[in-house]
């Protein structure tokens, strides 16, 4: 398993940074988590050919998370990509088609079949990617409620297997609760460290992680913490580097 991270950045905008989007080059494929904006961008720097990806997760609908789609899948269509794309979803498949056609992207017009998945099929696809529900949405309950919306909420992270390494991919999470009974048997995580407390980063350095990359921003009192203390197997990520899970 080979990663490599497209975007860093978090939802605030910075000069040099893709948003969110991470690459992992397995066994089953090669699977894009997450399509921030610059997403293709950084494909095309790579010079990957129109049929390179084969599947795409969105972890959550917030925009730093998927506002890259549409313009991901008007690129292929325009590069005239004949490979069938599936995408896994967070939300009901029929909101991003209602937003794709409020696109005039009308998958009836694209070259490639595009298949639109829930996420709660991935596993039965994929047995090395699990979807773990996390509660980063969960703040707009309210808001919801107020609007009387059908959004489900929904945001998750991930843990991927493959070639007997496993990574987490946190998404963007405030603690890692819900990955305990996962996290002391990975091999590398990649974790949000604009929401996560300095405590939970502490936390990672004691369990046998090889490698902990603080991805999405980062908290000057996380940073400070980085350089200031000798905690190997702890770095800020860097886009474009390639990750190898060994």
Not at 63 to 74: E, R, W
Not at 97 to 103: A, K, N, T, V
Not at 132 to 160: A, P, R, V, W
């Amino acid at each position: 398993m080979q990663l490599r991270i497209l975007g860093s950045g978090s939802g605030l905008p910075v000069v040099g940074k893709g948003q969110a989007a991470i690459l992992a080059e397995m066994s089953i494929g090669n699977i894009l988590f997450d399509c921030g904006e610059g997403t293709t961008y950084k494909l095309l720097e790579l010079e990957f050919s129109p049929d390179y990806l084969d599947v795409v997760v969105i972890s959550h609908m917030h925009p730093d998370h998927a506002s890259g789609l549409p313009m991901l899948l008007q690129m292929l269509y325009l590069q005239k990509r004949t490979k069938p794309l599936t995408v896994y979803v967070p939300e009901d498949r029929e909101r991003l088609l209602r937003i794709l056609r409020d696109f005039y992207l009308f998958e009836d017009k694209f070259h490639f079949e595009l298949a639109i998945k829930e996420m709660n099929e991935i596993s039965d696809d994929f047995n090395q990617i699990k979807a773990i529900k996390n509660e980063h949405l969960i703040g707009y309950t309210s808001l919801i409620k107020q609007y009387q919306l059908d959004n489900s909420m929904n945001s998750f992270s991930f843990l991927i297997s493959d070639g007997g390494r496993k990574l987490i991919y946190s998404s963007d999470v405030p603690d890692l609760k819900h990955l305990s009974k996962y996290i002391n048997d990975v091999d590398c995580v990649i974790v949000d460290a604009i929401h996560t407390t300095l405590e939970e980063i502490k936390s990672l350095c004691e369990t046998r992680i090889k490698r902990i990359i603080l991805n999405h921003g980062i908290t000057e009192e996380i940073e400070q913490y980085i350089t200031t203390s000798k905690n190997n197997g702890v770095e800020i990520a860097n886009e474009g580097e390639i990750i190898s899970c060994t």
